[in-house]
C-alpha cells in the first residue's frame, strides 16, 4: 500500500525530468551543427587546425616523470631544441613549429587525457613522436578518427604500419621484427656455433623481435625467457638461461632491464656473450643505470666498460662519433638551444625525428593541411635522405619507417660498425645490403627537397 | 575501532519506525527527494555539456567515471571504517570485464556489459571482503595493497585472454543516431552522457542505502563493534556486504574507465590510481556523497591546471610536469592539518554548529534533531 502511493509521485518526477532533459537537448541541437567535430579552420580544401599564415602547432606525449623517464624524458627537449633553432632561421614556409609537450608517465590513461588536450583544447596539428606501444595504442583510434596526422609514433611496434585501418598513423623507427631478422641473419652467418638463449619482454617489444630471429635460429635456440616490465628481479631468467647453457643472449628489453640482466648475470658469474636490440643499449644510459642499481658497487665508467664487447644495432650516428657531420650538427643545435646538459642519444633521437618532420613539412607545402602532410609523406617520404642510414619505407600501402640497421659492437662507450647498413621488410622479404643512404646535413638545419 | 572520523550523512529517517517494515516506510520519501535532486543534477549536467567544447567535456566524462570508484570507497571507508587500498584493482576487474565481453560478444547492449561488470566484480568483491572482514587497520591495509599490486599482474599472466602488457583496446559503444541528431553529441561527448547517468545511479543507489537500516548497521558497526554486536548487528556480515557494495561500485567505474579510455591496460592500474581514489575521499570528506564527487572533479581537473600554471610561469616542461604531484601532496598535508574533515565535512560541521546554536535560542523541534542525532537512534524499544 505504501509503495501505491509513491508510484505516481516517482512517475511524474521521471516524466519531467525525461522531457527536461529532451527539451535541453532539443534546444542544443541546432548550434551543434556548427561546431563541427574537432576541426578549428577546416576549409573546403582540408583539415587546416593548428596552422596559421606565420606558425603551425604540434605536439606529443612524453613520460616526463615517473619509471619511464630516464632517458625517454630527454627526447622531448632535444626536439625542442631543434624546432626553436630552425625557427630561429624563419622556420619551415615561413611557419615557425610551436611545439607541446605533455606528461602521460608511461600511464596508458594518462595518455588518454593528454592527447585529448592536445587534439581538443591546444588544437595541435598533429602529435609527434608520441611515445611507447601500451601509451600510444590507447590513443591511435581516437586520432585516427579525428583524423588527426599521429607522426612517428617512438616505438618499433608493428602496429603503426596499418595504412588501412590509421591512416593518418606513422612509424619512424625500424621495427622489432626487421631488427630481429637482421640480428638474426648476422648470428646465423657470424657465429653459427653460438648456443642462443632469448631475453624477452613479455609485450610486442619481445615478441616481434623473437618473431624476426626465428626466421634465422631456430636451430640455435636452446632457451627462451620472458620478464614482465615493472619487476625488479631478473634472476630466475637469468638463471635459466645459464642453465640450459646459452652461451649467446640476444635480449628485447628496455635499457633498466639491460642493466638488470648485466648485474644479475654478475651475480650468477655467468658470462655468456650479449647480443642486444637497438632500444635496450645506449652504452651511457645503461652505464649510469647500472651504477645506480648496483648502489655504487659498480662506477658509471665501470659499468660502460661492463657492456664493452656487447653487439647491438643502430639506425642513425650516435654522439660518440663526433667527426660524423649529423652529430656536428646536433651537437651545434644543443649548444645554442639546449638545457645546458651534455647531448645525448635520446636528445639525437629527438632531433632526428623532428628533422623527419621537418622534411614532412617541407614536401606539404605552403597550403598544409593535415590530409596533405599525409599524402605528401605518402608520395614523397620514401625519398626523404637524412640522418637515418637507411631510407623511410613511406607509401600509400606502407607506413612503417626506417627499412634497416647496421649491426655494431660496444667499445669504450661508443661502438664499432660491423656490417653496412641491412635492408629488409617484415615477413619474408630477403634481406639486402645497402651502402649508407645519409646525406650532408643542411648547414642552417633546415630540410631542402 | 572508530579510526575512521564520523561524519553525518543526509540522512533524515522521515517516519522513524524503521524496525519490522524493512525500512520501507522510511526509504519512501527520501529515495523520492534523492530521486528529484539526481534527476536535476542530470539536467544540470546536459545543460554544461550543451554549453561546454569537446575537451571539457571528455574531462567531465572522466571525472563519470572516477564518481562511482571514489563514492563507493567514500562509504566503505567513511561509514563502515573499512579501508582499501586495493580499489584500483577492483575497478581493473571492471575495466578488463568490459574489454573482453565487448570484444568477444557482439552486439551486447552496454547496460548489459555494465551489469556484468558489476557482477563480476562483486564476485572479486565478495572474496576480497570476506577475508577483509576478518581483518582491522594496518593488516586490511597489507591486504588490499596486495590486491592493487597483484590484479594488474594476471592480466600479463593470461595474456591469451587480456591482453599481456599493452592490454585489450575497448570499441566503446556507438552513440544512436536520434541522440546524436538530438543532443548534438558526438562519440565522444556520448559517454559523457553515458557516464554521468550512470554515475547519478550509482550515486542515487548509494544514497538510499545509507539512510536504510543497512546504512544505519554500518556506521554502529564503524562507531563501535561492541555495541552493534549487542544490538544484534552481525559484524562479519555487515562488513561483507559494505565490502561487496563498494565492489560493485568500483566495477562500473571500471566499465566506464574502459570506455572512456578505449583499453584496458595494467599500466592504468597501478597502485597510484588506488592511492588518488583514498586522496579524493580524504580530500572531499570521509562518507560524503557530495565530497565523493568533489574529489572526483578535483581528481580530474587539478593536475593539468596546476602543470599549465606551471608552464605559465615559464618553467621547463620536466618542472612543470612536477608541479602537480608536488602541489597534491603539499594540498593533502595542509589540508590534514587544517580540515581534517575534508572539504563537505569541515563545511558541514561548521554549519552544523551554527544550527546548534540557533537551535538552542529558537526552541524548534523534529527534523533537525533527527537529522543532529541520526547515528545514535538504534536503541527504540
Given at each position: 500500500m505504501s509503495i501505491s502511493t509513491s508510484r505516481p509521485f516517482a512517475r511524474a518526477a521521471m516524466a519531467v525530468a525525461g522531457a527536461a532533459v529532451l527539451l535541453t537537448a532539443c534546444g542544443g541541437g541546432s548550434e551543434s551543427t556548427s561546431e563541427g567535430g574537432a576541426s578549428g579552420g577546416s576549409g573546403g580544401e582540408g583539415d587546416t587546425t593548428g596552422v596559421t599564415a606565420t606558425s603551425i602547432k604540434i605536439g606529443t606525449h612524453m613520460p616526463l616523470t615517473g619509471v619511464a623517464a630516464p632517458g625517454y624524458s630527454e627526447i622531448s627537449p632535444g626536439v625542442k631544441a631543434y624546432f626553436d633553432y630552425i625557427n630561429e632561421q624563419g622556420g619551415i614556409n615561413g611557419r615557425t613549429i610551436e611545439y607541446t609537450v605533455r606528461d602521460d608517465t608511461y600511464n596508458p590513461t594518462k595518455t588518454t587525457e593528454v592527447v585529448n588536450q592536445l587534439v581538443l583544447d591546444d588544437k595541435v596539428f598533429g602529435v609527434l613522436q608520441g611515445l611507447g606501444t601500451p601509451t600510444h595504442s590507447a590513443v591511435i583510434d581516437q586520432l585516427n578518427e579525428d583524423k588527426v596526422p599521429d607522426l612517428f609514433a617512438s616505438s618499433g611496434a608493428l602496429a603503426w604500419d596499418n595504412p588501412e585501418k590509421y591512416p593518418y598513423t606513422f612509424g619512424w623507427q625500424p621495427d622489432y621484427e626487421i631488427e630481429g631478422k637482421i640480428i638474426g641473419k648476422y648470428i646465423k652467418e657470424n657465429l653459427p656455433d653460438a648456443k642462443v638463449g632469448l631475453y624477452l619482454q613479455g609485450d610486442d617489444l619481445g615478441a616481434d623481435g623473437a618473431k624476426g630471429l626465428k626466421q634465422f635460429i631456430s636451430d640455435q635456440i636452446v632457451s627462451e625467457v620472458t620478464y614482465t616490465s615493472g619487476g625488479t628481479d631478473v634472476a630466475p631468467q637469468i638463471g635459466k638461461l645459464k642453465a640450459d647453457g646459452a652461451d649467446l643472449v640476444v635480449g628485447f628489453n628496455t635499457p633498466t632491464y639491460t642493466a638488470l640482466s648485466q648485474l644479475t648475470a654478475r651475480a650468477l658469474s655467468y658470462k655468456p656473450e650479449w647480443f642486444y636490440s637497438n632500444?635496450?643499449?645506449?652504452?651511457?644510459?645503461?652505464?649510469?643505470?647500472?651504477?645506480?642499481?648496483?648502489?655504487?658497487?659498480?662506477?658509471?665508467?665501470?659499468?660502460?666498460?661492463?657492456?664493452?664487447?656487447?653487439?647491438?644495432?643502430?639506425?642513425?650516428?650516435?654522439?660518440?662519433?663526433?667527426d660524423d657531420p649529423w652529430v656536428q650538427l646536433w651537437d651545434k643545435i644543443w649548444k645554442a638551444k639546449g638545457n645546458g646538459k651534455p647531448l645525448t642519444n635520446f636528445n639525437v633521437y629527438g632531433m632526428a625525428g623532428a628533422y623527419t618532420f621537418a622534411q614532412a613539412l617541407t614536401a606539404a607545402g605552403q597550403d598544409v593541411t593535415r590530409e596533405g602532410i599525409v599524402k605528401a609523406l605518402e608520395e614523397k617520404g620514401s625519398s626523404f635522405r637524412g640522418p637515418a642510414f637507411a631510407p623511410f619505407d613511406y607509401s600509400a600501402t606502407s607506413h612503417r619507417g626506417i627499412s634497416g640497421v647496421k649491426v655494431v659492437q660496444v667499445k669504450d662507450g661508443g661502438v664499432e660498425e660491423l656490417t653496412e647498413t641491412q635492408i629488409t621488410n617484415d615477413g619474408d622479404a630477403p634481406i639486402t645490403e645497402g651502402s649508407d643512404d645519409t646525406v650532408a646535413p643542411p648547414a642552417d638545419g633546415r630540410p631542402t627537397l | 575501532?572508530?579510526?575512521?572520523?564520523?561524519?553525518?550523512?543526509?540522512?533524515?529517517?522521515?517516519?522513524?519506525?524503521?524496525?519490522?517494515?524493512?525500512?520501507?516506510?522510511?526509504?519512501?520519501?527520501?529515495?523520492?527527494?534523492?530521486?528529484?535532486?539526481?534527476?536535476?543534477?542530470?539536467?544540470?549536467?546536459?545543460?554544461?555539456?550543451?554549453?561546454?567544447?569537446?575537451?571539457?567535456?571528455?574531462?567531465?566524462?572522466?571525472?563519470?567515471?572516477?564518481?562511482?570508484?571514489?563514492?563507493?570507497?567514500?562509504?566503505?571507508?567513511?561509514?563502515?571504517?573499512?579501508?582499501?587500498?586495493?580499489?584500483?584493482?577492483?575497478?581493473?576487474?571492471?575495466?578488463?570485464?568490459?574489454?573482453?565481453?565487448?570484444?568477444?560478444?557482439?552486439?551486447?547492449?552496454?547496460?548489459?556489459?555494465?551489469?556484468?561488470?558489476?557482477?563480476?566484480?562483486?564476485?572479486?568483491?565478495?572474496?576480497?571482503?570476506?577475508?577483509?572482514?576478518?581483518?582491522?587497520?594496518?593488516?586490511?591495509?597489507?591486504?588490499?595493497?596486495?590486491?592493487?599490486?597483484?590484479?594488474?599482474?594476471?592480466?600479463?599472466?593470461?595474456?591469451?585472454?587480456?591482453?599481456?602488457?599493452?592490454?585489450?583496446?575497448?570499441?566503446?559503444?556507438?552513440?544512436?543516431?536520434?541522440?546524436?541528431?538530438?543532443?548534438?553529441?558526438?562519440?565522444?561527448?556520448?559517454?559523457?552522457?553515458?557516464?554521468?547517468?550512470?554515475?547519478?545511479?550509482?550515486?542515487?543507489?548509494?544514497?538510499?542505502?545509507?539512510?536504510?537500516?543497512?546504512?544505519?548497521?554500518?556506521?554502529?558497526?564503524?562507531?563501535?563493534?561492541?555495541?552493534?554486536?549487542?544490538?544484534?548487528?552481525?559484524?562479519?556480515?555487515?562488513?561483507?556486504?559494505?565490502?561487496?557494495v563498494s565492489a560493485a561500485c568500483a566495477g562500473v567505474a571500471g566499465a566506464l574507465y574502459a570506455t572512456v579510455i578505449r583499453l584496458a591496460a595494467p599500466g592504468s592500474f597501478t597502485l597510484v590510481l588506488s592511492l588518488s581514489l583514498l586522496t579524493a575521499i580524504v580530500i572531499g570528506g570521509l562518507g560524503s556523497l557530495l565530497g565523493a564527487v568533489i574529489g572526483s572533479v578535483l581528481l580530474v581537473f587539478l593536475g593539468p591546471f596546476l602543470t599549465d600554471r606551471g608552464t605559465g610561469l615559464g618553467l621547463s616542461d620536466i618542472q612543470s610536469a612536477n608541479v602537480a604531484p608536488l602541489v597534491y601532496g603539499l594540498v593533502l598535508v595542509v589540508l590534514m592539518l587544517v580540515a581534517p574533515r575534508g572539504l563537505v565535512g569541515t563545511v558541514r560541521l561548521k554549519l552544523l554548529q551554527r544550527q546548534m546554536s540557533r537551535q538552542r535560542a529558537t526552541q524548534r523541534t523534529g527534523d533537525q534533531n533527527a537529522q543532529a542525532a541520526g547515528d545514535q537512534q538504534q536503541t527504540p524499544s
Open positions: 632500444v635496450a643499449l645506449d652504452p651511457n644510459l645503461v652505464g649510469t643505470l647500472l651504477a645506480s642499481f648496483s648502489k655504487g658497487a659498480v662506477t658509471p665508467e665501470a659499468g660502460v666498460a661492463l657492456l664493452n664487447g656487447n653487439y647491438t644495432t643502430k639506425y642513425f650516428a650516435t654522439v660518440d662519433q663526433t | 575501532m572508530s579510526t575512521a572520523i564520523t561524519s553525518t550523512p543526509t540522512g533524515r529517517p522521515a517516519s522513524s519506525r524503521s524496525g519490522g517494515l524493512k525500512g520501507l516506510p522510511g526509504l519512501r520519501s527520501t529515495a523520492l527527494r534523492h530521486l528529484l535532486l539526481m534527476a536535476l543534477a542530470y539536467i544540470g549536467i546536459v545543460l554544461l555539456l550543451q554549453a561546454l567544447d569537446p575537451f571539457r567535456a571528455s574531462q567531465l566524462a572522466s571525472v563519470a567515471y572516477f564518481i562511482p570508484a571514489v563514492a563507493g570507497l567514500t562509504v566503505l571507508t567513511g561509514l563502515n571504517g573499512q579501508i582499501s587500498l586495493g580499489h584500483g584493482a577492483l575497478m581493473a576487474v571492471g575495466a578488463y570485464t568490459t574489454a573482453v565481453l565487448l570484444e568477444r560478444v557482439e552486439g551486447l547492449p552496454f547496460v548489459v556489459v555494465v551489469l556484468a561488470a558489476v557482477l563480476v566484480t562483486s564476485l572479486v568483491g565478495l572474496i576480497v571482503g570476506a577475508a577483509a572482514a576478518r581483518l582491522h587497520g594496518p593488516y586490511l591495509a597489507g591486504a588490499t595493497l596486495a590486491l592493487a599490486v597483484g590484479v594488474p599482474g594476471l592480466a600479463i599472466y593470461f595474456e591469451e585472454l587480456l591482453g599481456g602488457e599493452q592490454g585489450l583496446r575497448v570499441q566503446p559503444p556507438q552513440s544512436p543516431e536520434w541522440f546524436e541528431q538530438l543532443t548534438g553529441a558526438t562519440s565522444r561527448t556520448f559517454l559523457a552522457y553515458v557516464g554521468w547517468a550512470l554515475a547519478l545511479v550509482v550515486l542515487f543507489l548509494l544514497s538510499n542505502l545509507l539512510n536504510s537500516r543497512v546504512g544505519r548497521q554500518w556506521r554502529a558497526v564503524r562507531d563501535d563493534e561492541v555495541a552493534a554486536q549487542l544490538a544484534g548487528i552481525d559484524l562479519g556480515r555487515s562488513r561483507v556486504v559494505a565490502f561487496v
